[in-house]
């Protein structure tokens, strides 16, 4: 390598377009780690919020269903009408 390509090389490097594109660069990385960083942070809470508040819901509805079932089944065994899920008046 020559010494004119060696000057050539360092003045490219120093120049203001590659000093915006590599300012560019990091500043989008930044941005990007931080976005990041955030949405990690954002993604534990709802997911430690839904297993504390939604999974229980589920569960209990869940209970819920089969146990309207089973006194279905129960109705029909022994030939009683079913019960009716509206209250009586």
């Given at each position: ?57 589920i569960i209990e509805m869940d209970r819920e269903q089969q146990?309207?079932?089973l006194e279905m089944q129960q109705a029909s ?13």
């Amino acid at each position: 390598m020559s010494s004119a390509e060696g000057g050539v090389l360092s003045r490219f490097s120093e120049s203001p377009i590659v000093y915006k594109g590599k300012k560019a660069a990091s500043d989008s990385a930044f941005v990007a780690k931080k976005l990041f960083k955030s949405t990690g942070k954002a993604a534990w809470i709802l997911g430690t919020t839904f297993l504390v508040l939604v999974v229980p819901l589920i569960i209990e509805m869940d209970r819920e269903q089969q146990f309207n079932e089973l006194e279905m089944q129960q109705a029909s065994l022994l030939g009683t009408p079913p019960p009716s899920s509206a209250a009586p008046r």
